[in-house]
């Protein structure tokens, strides 16, 4: 779709399912069931819905899904789709992963990270965007990669190498213009460096909250993740920017939910928010007009 003078299109970065309590920390599972319903294995369905963004000239791609490897019980017990989903669905907008110019990542959980690296036939790891510049928080980055014992296997080694192997790795400091257009947002919360990325265009506004809110059913201001490492400020900042986003009639992005990749959203009497034109995917219109269709 067109936002202002970029165009924003969802990729599919790989379905799968997960643990509900787990996506719902906190809240008993009697209340987000009604939301959510599990599976026989007490999973729902999860999508990582990236985001690629064409600013002028220059193609960016919001965070890569799980990617293609995942270790084979994980894959089981995820159900994750196989292959490489996030490629597969640059492909069907005629990108290539040489076109991609910056890749910017929320945060470096494998669902996130993961898609930006594969395994090639000699057994090493390589970054998967030969050209592309690698921007994520430089407080997400140090954690990540400090062996920290309190948040053991929260982030692989096998996703991270390879972005600083590849010499294009941008560390940022806070709130920053990533490129015109797209700026950061930090958020915390979900990790100590997770950032929202803020999409604007000729007054137009699409804010992708990664998983600060990752799918319409997480809009209840107090419902976290049991994977937030500080509720509260997850909290804080989910009060802020849904605040804005419906506040100013912008775009919300969600990044995991299975059936809606974005909405408006309005605010409710129980001081919460509500979706309001929700999309699946966002338009795609007519593509042959698009900046790198060839
Ligand atoms: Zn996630």
């Given amino acids: 779709m067109q936002l202002g003078r970029f165009d924003l299109q969802t990729l599919n970065g790989g379905r799968f399912w997960i643990d509900g309590g787990t996506m719902?920390?906190?809240?008993?599972?009697?209340?987000w069931e009604r939301q959510f319903p599990a599976d026989e294995q007490h999973r729902?369905?999860?999508?990582?819905?990236?985001?690629?963004?064409?600013?002028?000239?220059?193609l960016v791609v919001i965070d890569t899904g799980y990617g293609p490897k995942l270790?084979?019980?994980?894959?089981?017990?995820?159900?994750?789709e196989a292959d490489e989903p996030l490629i597969a669905s640059l492909a069907e907008f005629h990108v290539r992963p040489e076109d991609v110019d910056t890749v910017i990542f929320t945060h470096l959980h494998f669902d996130h990270a993961g898609g930006a690296s594969r395994l090639l036939a000699d057994g090493s790891i390589q970054d998967v965007f030969p050209r592309a510049e690698y921007v994520v928080q430089r407080r997400e980055w140090i954690t990540a990669t400090g062996n920290f014992p309190e948040y053991r296997g929260a982030y692989q080694s096998e996703n991270l190498e390879?972005?600083?192997?590849?010499?294009?790795?941008?560390?940022i400091d806070g709130n920053v213009e990533?490129?015109?257009?797209l700026r950061s947002f930090v958020t915390g919360g979900h990790t100590d460096g997770h950032q929202a990325i803020i999409i604007e265009s000729e007054g137009e506004v699409a804010i992708y909250l990664g998983d600060l809110c990752p799918t319409w059913r997480h809009l209840p201001v107090l419902w976290c993740l049991g994977y937030d490492v500080h509720m509260a400020q997850t909290r804080r900042s989910k009060a802020e920017l849904l605040g804005l986003i419906a506040d100013h009639g912008w775009l919300a992005?969600?990044?995991?939910?299975?059936?809606?990749?974005a909405a408006k959203l309005t605010r409710n009497d129980r001081k919460d928010f509500a979706i309001v034109e929700p999309m699946f995917d966002l338009p795609r219109g007519d593509l042959s007009h698009a900046p790198w269709f060839s």
């Fill in 253 to 261: 992005l969600f990044d995991h939910d299975p059936d809606i990749a």
């Fill in 24 to 31: 719902f920390g906190v809240v008993p599972r009697v209340l």
């Fill in 178 to 181: 990533i490129l015109p257009g």
């Fill in 44 to 58: 729902i369905a999860q999508r990582c819905s990236c985001l690629l963004v064409s600013t002028q000239g220059r």
């Fill in 71 to 80: 270790p084979e019980k994980q894959q089981r017990q995820i159900s994750a």
């Fill in 162 to 171: 390879p972005l600083a192997k590849s010499g294009r790795l941008r560390l």
